[in-house]
């Protein structure tokens, strides 16, 4: 059994940051890409960043310039450093992780936190 637990998420004033984390427990032989996707109530689920093991990082236009993600391999955990917060990027954040098990992979989740930016 695998889990994706997350934590970080909260209420930030315009212009702050937060760290979301995001680590990954259970039967794991290895996991490829990981990931951050946020949801506002409404509209598609929207790929914030991803990066896949020993490759480079990927991020949603919105995103550039002042998110980054990371990854611990050795904790099977991801960040996202999400820096000069604004308004719209409030949603509930939930992040991925592709993850070999014996011999087929397959996409989990994270339970999901909620960031407000907000004055």
């Known amino acids: 059994q695998v889990q994706l637990v997350e934590s970080g998420g909260g209420l930030v004033q315009p212009g702050g940051s937060l760290r979301l984390s995001c680590a990954a427990s259970?039967?794991?032989?290895?996991?490829?890409?990981m990931g951050w996707f946020r949801q506002v109530p409404g509209k598609e689920r929207e790929l914030v960043a991803r990066?896949?093991?020993?490759?480079?990082?990927t991020y949603a236009d919105s995103a550039k310039g002042r998110f980054t993600i990371s990854r611990d391999n050795a904790k099977n955990t991801v960040y996202l450093q999400m820096n000069s917060l604004k308004p719209e990027d409030t949603a509930d954040y939930y992040c991925?992780?592709?993850?070999?098990?014996?011999?087929?992979?397959?996409?989990?989740w994270g339970q999901g936190t909620q960031v407000t930016v907000s004055s």
């Open positions: 991925y992780a592709d993850i070999s098990i014996r011999y087929y992979t397959d996409r989990y």
């Open positions: 259970g039967s794991i032989r290895s996991i490829n890409a």
């Open positions: 990066i896949i093991s020993g490759g480079s990082p």
